[in-house]
């Protein structure tokens, strides 16, 4: 194992997806058997997500999720990856996470995201509209304002229990999540790894643009992306199968299904366009076997300076999702504690 892995905390994202045969309250049990799992294996926090009207997403509320993560658990950070800030008011998001760090001090992280739904329909069912993801950069000011307790738009209002509280903020990068995260001097997590260049160009400008704030003195960045570790390096690509054809169908057909399993996906008829998107979404991510993985995620924390690689890895067979966790978990070094050691400071 190189120094330069050694040297990075490593932890996990869980989209709480559904697999054909299985429903979404199944899923969203899997996910806290997978934070225990998570923590047993020395990875240093959990995050789950926030997907709306999505048959494949099982996790439409991340903060209720993570309060059943953190119980679940004892040791591991539990957090969002995140909370779309533009679906939401700042002041319950503030009051949500205050009650989270108020059960659970010392543990919960408050991932930001500005992504709005993706339809219509949806956006129109949470009050929003597309132009709302442009104010993100005042959301996440309003935010921080009710936590610190600063705020000033609404005088004699107050965030409780989150005021005064320490509750790390992140903010995860689309568009010009990088610059925002930089303005704000807070840590970024951007992804995707199987897209390096572009990824590469926004922690630049992160980095470059970085000021530093009470919360954070230097850039703290996140990459996240797929990380697949199995025997073989076919047994690794076949655990990329599912996703690769969920986006895939989502892309072509407009609606995001639950995870089939790969050998299904394997004897589909596809269309030329279906197979390109297929293909794509196979290219780029890390994985293989064990020597395989560490020299790809070497070129990878290389190439980007990232303090923290977060996995974001999901497929139908959940017995090879954790059999990879723990593969991964061998290979950088972990164990129970040994993460959060890897680096010191706040985060």
Do not use: C
Request: avoid cysteine.
């Amino acid at each position: 194992m190189s120094p330069l892995i050694a040297s990075t905390r490593f932890s996990v994202l869980d989209r709480s997806r559904t697999r054909e045969g299985h429903d979404g309250p199944q899923a969203l049990r899997e996910t806290v058997r997978l934070a225990q799992e998570a923590e047993a294996l020395g990875f240093h926090r959990f995050w789950v997500s926030e997907h709306h009207s999505v048959p494949g997403v099982a996790g439409s509320a991340p903060t209720v999720l993570a309060a059943a993560v953190a119980a679940a658990t004892s040791t591991i950070r539990v957090g969002t990856g995140g909370v779309m800030l533009p679906n939401h008011q700042p002041l319950v998001v503030a009051e949500q996470f205050g009650v989270l760090a108020s059960l659970f001090p010392g543990r919960i992280d408050m991932g930001l995201g500005r992504s709005v739904a993706f339809t219509d329909g949806i956006r129109g069912a949470l009050g929003r509209g597309k132009r709302d993801a442009e104010d993100f950069a005042a959301q996440l000011g309003e935010l921080l304002g009710w936590l610190d307790g600063t705020q000033q738009a609404h005088p004699q209002v107050h965030a409780r229990p989150a005021e005064g509280l320490d509750i790390p903020p992140y903010v995860l990068a689309t568009g010009e999540g990088a610059a925002i995260a930089a303005a704000a001097g807070l840590p970024l997590v951007i992804g995707d790894l199987s897209g390096r260049d572009r990824l590469l160009r926004a922690v630049e400008v992160y980095r470059g643009d970085f000021r530093p704030s009470a919360r954070s003195q230097e850039p703290y960045v996140i990459v996240a992306g797929t990380v697949a570790v199995a025997a073989t390096e076919a047994a690794a690509r076949r655990l990329l199968i599912p996703e690769a054809w969920s986006m895939a169908h989502s892309r072509t057909h407009g609606s995001f299904p639950p995870l089939p399993p790969a050998e299904r996906v394997e004897g589909l008829a596809m269309t030329e366009r279906e197979r390109s998107m297929f293909e794509r979404g196979l290219a780029g991510h890390i994985h293989g076997t064990e020597e395989q993985v560490a020299a790809q995620l070497e070129t990878a924390i290389g190439e980007t300076g990232a303090d923290e690689v977060l996995v974001t890895t999901s497929t139908y067979d959940r017995r090879g999702l954790l059999d990879s966790l723990r593969r991964l978990s061998a290979l950088t070094g972990r164990t129970a504690g040994a993460d959060r050691a890897a680096r010191g400071g706040r985060y």
